[in-house]
């Protein structure tokens, strides 16, 4: 009974020791200029558990957060490893006329002649034989045959003389026919004769043939050719072959499918968005 009483005693002085402590504890925190305040920041033994506890939830959060992100990075890897390979490109072509750029266009002009006759008259005087009354020159034979007889005439005597008689008048009488003649020859007379002639008169004229077109060629190179009518800013040089696009057959899904481009595609596949096949890049 002793012991318990003992016991008692040191509990109930605890309890007031304890009190007394609490209360000293409160006055001193309830006053604000007090510097006991700095006191609890200060002790290593109050701030530790404080410190303890948020060291647990980042790691917490950490983990989750991570979780988080490498489903989001796996769920990336799929999508960018979600593609549809391009299994063949066929080139479309198709036959198209080739045009060259107009430079230069000179008109071609060429001289045509061009005749156009006429008639040029004007008065000339003409000379020419004087027409004769005795065109066999009778009258010249009988006086020189006349004259020719009385020369042989005087000349021997007898028979002789008859016979110089007859060669003198067949002889004077040629001789009086040629003199005659020259006689008839020299004489002219002169008349104005109005004569008119054909002249052609010649003038040119110029004459568009045509027009020399320079031009420059698809491939850079100058070519001149001689054209019938004036061109406009560019002319036709052929035909030649002339790519309009490009089939694309990709596999996606178990399935080929086809597309047309415009251009040739760069890669051997396409990318895969949200289960659509992204064939413009």
Same mark, same amino acid.
């Given at each position: 009974?002793?012991?318990?009483?003992?016991?008692?005693?040191?509990?109930?002085?605890?309890?007031?020791?304890?009190?007394?402590?609490?209360?000293?504890?409160?006055?001193?925190?309830?006053?604000?200029?007090?510097?006991?305040?700095?006191?609890?920041?200060?002790?290593?033994?109050?701030?530790?558990?404080?410190?303890?506890?948020?060291?647990?939830?980042? *790691? @917490? $959060? +950490?983990? #989750?957060?991570?979780?988080?992100?490498? /489903?989001?990075?796996?769920? %990336? =890897?799929? *999508? @960018? $490893? +979600?593609? #549809?390979?391009?299994?063949?490109?066929? /080139?479309?072509?198709?036959? %198209? =006329?080739?045009? @060259?750029?107009?430079?230069?266009?000179?008109?071609?002009?060429?001289?045509?002649?061009?005749?156009?006759?006429?008639?040029?008259?004007?008065?000339?005087?003409?000379?020419?034989?004087?027409?004769?009354?005795?065109?066999?020159?009778?009258?010249?034979?009988?006086?020189?045959?006349?004259?020719?007889?009385?020369?042989?005439?005087?000349?021997?005597?007898?028979?002789?003389?008859?016979?110089?008689?007859?060669?003198?008048?067949?002889?004077?009488?040629?001789?009086?026919?040629?003199?005659?003649?020259?006689?008839?020859?020299?004489?002219?007379?002169?008349?104005?004769?109005?004569?008119?002639?054909?002249?052609?008169?010649?003038?040119?004229?110029?004459?568009?043939?045509?027009?020399?077109?320079?031009?420059?060629?698809?491939?850079?190179?100058?070519?001149?050719?001689?054209?019938?009518?004036?061109?406009?800013?560019?002319?036709?040089?052929?035909?030649?072959?002339?790519?309009?696009?490009?089939?694309?057959?990709?596999?996606?899904?178990?399935?080929?499918?086809?597309?047309?481009?415009?251009?040739?595609?760069?890669?051997?596949?396409?990318?895969?968005?949200?289960?659509?096949?992204?064939?413009?890049?």
């Amino acid at each position: 009974m002793n012991i318990d009483n003992k016991l008692l005693g040191v509990g109930l002085g605890a309890l007031l020791v304890g009190g007394g402590a609490v209360a000293a504890y409160h006055a001193a925190t309830s006053q604000p200029s007090a510097p006991v305040t700095a006191a609890p920041t200060a002790q290593p033994l109050a701030q530790a558990p404080a410190a303890a506890t948020p060291a647990i939830q980042p *790691a @917490a $959060a +950490d983990s #989750a957060s991570d979780a988080v992100h490498g /489903q989001g990075a796996n769920n %990336a =890897t799929n *999508a @960018a $490893a +979600d593609y #549809a390979p391009i299994t063949n490109v066929r /080139q479309i072509s198709s036959k %198209a =006329t080739k045009y @060259a750029t107009v430079l230069d266009v000179t008109p071609v002009n060429d001289k045509i002649a061009q005749t156009t006759p006429r008639q040029e008259c004007k008065d000339v005087v003409v000379t020419e034989r004087a027409p004769t009354k005795d065109p066999h020159n009778i009258a010249g034979s009988a006086i020189g045959a006349v004259v020719g007889g009385l020369v042989g005439h005087q000349i021997g005597g007898g028979k002789g003389r008859d016979l110089a008689t007859v060669a003198g008048a067949v002889g004077g009488g040629i001789a009086g026919n040629r003199i005659e003649n020259r006689r008839h020859d020299n004489a002219t007379v002169q008349r104005t004769d109005h004569q008119c002639t054909t002249v052609n008169d010649t003038s040119y004229t110029n004459k568009l043939i045509g027009y020399d077109v320079t031009y420059r060629n698809p491939d850079g190179s100058v070519g001149k050719q001689r054209m019938d009518k004036r061109p406009g800013s560019r002319i036709a040089v052929g035909t030649g072959t002339k790519t309009v696009g490009y089939d694309v057959t990709y596999r996606y899904g178990g399935m080929d499918k086809v597309v047309r481009l415009d251009q040739k595609p760069s890669t051997d596949r396409f990318p895969v968005v949200d289960g659509r096949v992204v064939t413009r890049l």
